[in-house]
């Protein structure tokens, strides 16, 4: 929450014409680093006792959010080398922006399978998805 005010506090100046690069380093880099570590939380699904998962289940519950968790953090960082217009950020926003856009596509239809447990996924997507629309915005700008 607090890189996120930090943030905020910085397109805040910079809409008042107040320069200050340094707020929207550290925000993005503190997000981006932020995202990356929740990629290595291991996954906070509840055995239900029935054994054997399935893939379907690991790839929903486990690999998806680790690989959303991360291209989050690839996206952030190629916004904060647009802010800095350092070379690389398309590559980056791309890789990241494809990434969140893939592993939407297989939430999705492992949605339209019934895997049970895909909500705890959901917080993750509400972090990702403006990421995604910055990279987008950016890009296609």
Not at 27 to 48: D, I, K, R
Not at 75 to 103: D, R
Not at 128 to 137: D, E, G
Request: proline share 4%; glycine share 8%; aromatic share 14%.
């Amino acid at each position: 929450m607090f890189l996120l005010a930090l943030f905020a506090a910085a397109i805040a100046l910079e809409l008042f014409e107040i320069n200050l690069a340094v707020l929207f380093i550290i925000s993005l880099s503190g997000l981006s680093l932020v995202f990356f570590l929740y990629a290595q939380f291991p996954s906070n699904t509840e055995s239900s006792g029935e054994g054997n998962q399935g893939f379907k289940h690991v790839l929903g519950l486990t690999l998806v959010p680790k690989v959303l968790w991360i291209s989050t953090a690839v996206t952030t960082v190629g916004i904060l080398f647009y802010t800095q217009e350092f070379p690389g950020m398309k590559t980056m926003l791309t890789v990241g922006g494809i990434s969140i856009a893939i592993c939407t596509i297989i939430l999705l239809f492992l949605r339209f399978m019934k895997i049970n447990g895909l909500e705890s996924v959901f917080p993750i997507l509400y972090r990702s998805y403006p990421a995604l629309l910055a990279a987008a915005y950016i890009l296609l700008a």
